[in-house]
């Protein structure tokens, strides 16, 4: 797969369909509640999505039977909307793609459900951070491992583990692009960064270990051991000097 330089036109574009993902996620951060229902926060991000002239990304995307991934507690991504009730103390994860004129922005963050424990609040700020401290490093002349690097040493010094199995990626004119953007250092170095590529940057951080499996739904991604997840993504964009933060609301 090509590793796709953005034009101007085609950043701004991108930046629409990040601002409508933003949207969409504020919507559904209003709507998490104790009783609230998967299926009910799903709806609330694809109405939002196509109010404003978009599509959701994921809907049949590979199949995928849903059009948002949400996912709870040990539940780390790819999760399906059903009729579940939140219950207070869950953390739930809302991953949302959107394509908006041929363009596509990838976003996702994890929301607390009433009141939670100390230690998973802890737990979801160090994805934030992760996030934060990669995406520093995403600047013209760096490579993907620096990106890498900076998210796994923040989350391995808080006492969490990063996720393997998954990881970052290109998006703008595809859903997924290369690069891919791992959120540990493997044994490559990864390509080096230029101006106009975008970003999905995508901690995934396990309180415990790093190990994942699949459940027979044959999409939804859980921790091993049981234990929490935390997720945050934004699609950001190299440039010449700061990485800027494509999907954001707009004024």
């Excluded at 700020?125 to 998210?151: K, T």
């Excluded at 790093?210 to 997720?231: C, I, K, M, Q, Y």
């Amino acid at each position: 797969m090509a590793v796709y330089l953005k034009n101007p036109r085609e950043v701004e574009g991108i930046r629409r369909a990040g601002s409508v993902a933003a949207g969409a996620l504020k919507a559904a951060a209003a709507a998490v509640a104790p009783g609230a229902t998967l299926i009910e926060l799903e709806r609330v991000c694809v109405d939002h999505i196509r109010a404003n002239g978009a599509e959701p990304t994921f809907l049949g995307y590979r199949g995928f039977p849903g059009a948002v991934c949400v996912s709870v507690n040990e539940e780390v991504v790819h999760g399906i909307a059903g009729s579940r009730a939140l219950a207070e103390g869950d953390i739930v994860k809302i991953d949302v793609g959107v394509t908006k004129d041929g363009l596509i922005a990838d976003m996702a963050r994890t929301f607390a459900v009433g009141r939670v424990s100390a230690e998973v609040r802890t737990l979801m700020l160090a994805a934030e951070e992760s996030f934060s401290a990669g995406m520093a490093q995403a600047r013209a002349g760096r490579r993907v491992s620096d990106i890498s690097r900076a998210i796994e040493e923040h989350v391995v010094a808080r006492g969490y583990s990063v996720v393997r199995e998954l990881c970052g990626h290109g998006v703008g004119i595809e859903l997924h692009e290369e690069p891919g953007v791992p959120n540990f250092v493997g044994r490559h170095r990864g390509i080096e960064l230029r101006p106009g590529m975008t970003l999905a940057i995508e901690p995934m951080v396990n309180m415990g270990g790093f190990e994942v499996r699949t459940l027979e739904n044959g999409w939804t991604v859980v921790a091993a051991d049981g234990r929490p997840s935390a997720h945050y993504e934004n699609t950001v964009l190299v440039t010449g000097g700061e990485p800027e933060i494509l999907t954001r609301a707009q004024d």
